[in-house]
């Protein structure tokens, strides 16, 4: 089988000034960058690295994983503060995918227990993936599954 190196390069910003996002990049399950963001508020930083990536189907995840309920700061029914993780950009080789940022990708937010109950009392479904969301409310994954040769997958997708 073979494969292709690409370069990514992914751009993120918090929206917290209390608390820095925490995250993992991930290519088809390997880690490429475990930690937080450590810029001020809707400061963007890029992370960058090389992946050797087999033919076929593959998979870029971005999993934020420290959202708490009391990073979600509610007055007068507005919410004042919250702790989101945006994806901002990614290129792949120098391309800016642009907006399949937002059509080719997926969101599985893990939501809280008490946010599941009140959406069941109110008659509602929960969907299981959201389509078109950069900005990560909850914890959970966003993933941008994509193909190698990633040139043919690009002409096909744009």
């Known amino acids: 089988m073979s494969t292709e190196t690409l370069h990514f390069k992914i751009g993120l910003s918090g929206s917290s000034a209390k608390k820095h996002p925490d995250f993992g990049i991930y290519i088809n399950d390997r ?38 309920a009391e990073d979600t700061v509610i007055e007068n029914g507005t919410i004042v503060e919250d702790l989101l993780l945006n994806i901002e950009s990614i290129e792949i080789d120098e391309i800016d995918l642009g907006s399949l940022l937002w059509t080719a990708s997926y969101y599985y937010p893990n939501y809280p227990e008490s946010y599941k109950m009140t959406m069941l009392a ?32 690009l002409l096909e997708n744009i």
Do not use: H
């Open 31 to 68: 880690v490429y960058f475990n930690g937080s963001l450590t810029g001020a508020k809707n400061q963007v930083e890029f992370f960058e690295f090389d992946a050797e990536i087999e033919e076929g189907p593959c998979s870029l995840t971005v999993q934020f994983r420290n959202k708490l």
């Open 122 to 153: 109110e008659g509602k479904e929960l969907e299981e993936s959201v389509q078109k969301c950069v900005n990560l409310g909850w914890n959970g994954k966003w993933m941008l599954p994509f193909q190698s040769p990633f040139y043919i997958w």
